[in-house]
């Protein structure tokens, strides 16, 4: 029974891909700037990415496995929460800008003796 046990355990594959791939992820997330947007999902990311790590050198590689793949789903969100901020403060700024020079049109008056095209009216074009 021991051996069957040590066997089963040995035959499963190092998760080396999951954890690179959720390495990579939270890297990205962390360069995406989700500290900022998604700070406590990218905290539980480097979270599970530390245990995953952990559980492989303990050889318990299908915790490891599952630990990876929450870790890389976890970056992964935190970084689209953190594009999702970013653009929400751009739309911001620029209905800021939009409103600044709404107010600008609004308080500059129109230049006196210049009324536009047509400004003399019907009886200037009949002269």
Do not use: F, M
């Not at 020079?101 to 129109?110: R, V």
């Amino acid at each position: 029974v021991l051996g069957a046990a040590l066997w089963g355990c040995a035959s499963q594959p190092k998760p080396t891909a999951q954890l690179v791939r959720a390495s990579t992820l939270v890297s990205q997330a962390e360069k995406d700037q989700a500290q900022r947007y998604a700070a406590a999902d990218l905290q539980r990311a480097r979270d599970e990415l530390s245990s995953a790590q952990t559980a492989e050198s303990d050889g318990k590689y299908e915790n490891a496995r599952r630990l990876a793949d929450r870790a890389a789903a976890d970056a992964d969100l935190a970084s689209a929460r953190a594009s999702s901020g970013k653009a929400g403060q751009s739309a911001d700024q620029v209905r800021h800008s939009i409103d600044t020079l709404k107010q600008q049109l609004q308080q500059s008056p129109t230049p006196s003796g210049n009324a536009g095209p047509g400004a003399g009216g019907l009886d200037q074009d009949r002269q």
